[in-house]
């Protein structure tokens, strides 16, 4: 069994960063393709971005390549979100997501086994 920790979030303005982090709990978390989603209120959660464990390929959504970056620490058990450039629209409660090996589709949530309990971004105007 995996635990996922977020923190990190908070009220930023427009233009301004935040770093998440991912802390995770077990022993084989280098093993693990790591995700983050979002979701902002009245809509689904969406894909952000994802990192494979294997060779650290990253995937982003449209919406936030170039301003985002996904990475992990193995040693420290951690995956990160720095998050740059941030919108109004980025606001949402964000979602670390985690899963076992390469199976699975990286950017749906079913391609994820275990879940962090979530943290809220806010972005004012």
């Known amino acids: 069994q995996v635990q996922l920790v977020e923190s990190g979030g908070g009220l930023v303005q427009a233009g301004g960063s935040l770093r998440l982090s991912c802390a995770a709990s077990?022993?084989?978390?280098?093993?693990?393709?790591m995700g983050w989603f979002r979701q902002a209120p009245g809509k689904e959660r969406e894909f952000v971005a994802a990192?494979?464990?294997?060779?650290?390929?990253?995937y982003y959504a449209d919406s936030v390549k170039g301003r985002f970056t996904i990475s992990r620490d193995n040693a420290k058990n951690t995956v990160y979100l720095q998050m740059n450039s941030l919108k109004p629209e980025d606001t949402a409660v964000y979602y670390c997501?985690?899963?076992?090996?390469?199976?699975?589709?990286?950017?749906?949530?079913?391609?994820?086994?275990?879940w962090g309990q979530g943290t809220q971004v806010t972005v004012s105007s």
């Open positions: 997501a985690g899963r076992y090996g390469d199976s699975g589709n990286i950017y749906r949530q079913t391609g994820y086994d275990y």
């Open positions: 990192i494979r464990w294997s060779g650290g390929i990253t």
């Open positions: 077990g022993r084989t978390f280098s093993t693990y393709n």
